[in-house]
């Protein structure tokens, strides 16, 4: 029955319906948050948050929480829930730098630039011309780009890894420690 024409077919549908959600999330903006009143990119509001202090010299801001949640509603509103910061000292290199940019371009770089890892990785365990099609539509897919999660960096890492821990252990091993 599940033929690769049916697969991209309803890998394409379900793509498209994931596009057309997207969509309507972003026209249902006030420009930082949702119809609902959350930061756009819910997840990765934190990670902007803390970001912004680091640009500010204040590294260990972050993991103060009423530090953190006061400079959330700073950038997203009174109204805004607390966002903790669950990072490692480290990752506040990556919240630098999309905290650098504007909050709709740091979500955008952060979700492409995770996302494109994310194919990458699936595209080296299955080498096949719809492996990005079925990848993309998944439907996590929409959920992890919906509230910004760590979710393509995590698949990633966790399956470069794997498809490195044979011929390159080493890298595998380096893999598993940033994860």
Do not use: C, K
Not at 40 to 59: I, K, M, R
């Amino acid at each position: 029955w599940l033929t690769r024409e049916r697969l991209r077919l309803w890998a394409f549908a379900v793509l498209i319906a994931s596009v057309a959600g997207l969509g309507f999330l972003i026209a249902s903006t006030d420009g930082l948050s949702d119809y609902q009143g959350r930061p756009l990119g819910t997840d990765f509001s934190n990670v902007y948050a803390a970001g912004t202090y680091v640009l500010e010299g204040q590294p260990g801001a972050p993991f103060d929480p009423p530090s953190q949640h006061a400079r959330e509603r700073a950038i997203f509103g009174e109204a805004t829930p607390f966002y903790g910061w669950h990072y490692p000292p480290f990752f506040l290199a990556v919240a630098l730098l999309v905290a650098a940019l504007p909050y709709g371009w740091g979500l955008a770089v952060w979700l492409a630039a995770s996302f494109a890892a994310y194919l990458a990785m699936l595209r080296a365990i299955l080498p096949r011309p719809e492996t990005w099609l079925i990848a993309a539509a998944f439907p996590a897919v929409f959920v992890n780009i919906g509230h910004g999660q760590n979710g393509f960096l995590t698949a990633a890492l966790l399956g470069g890894a794997l498809h490195f821990l044979d011929r390159r252990p080493w890298l595998a091993g380096i893999l598993i420690g940033v994860l």
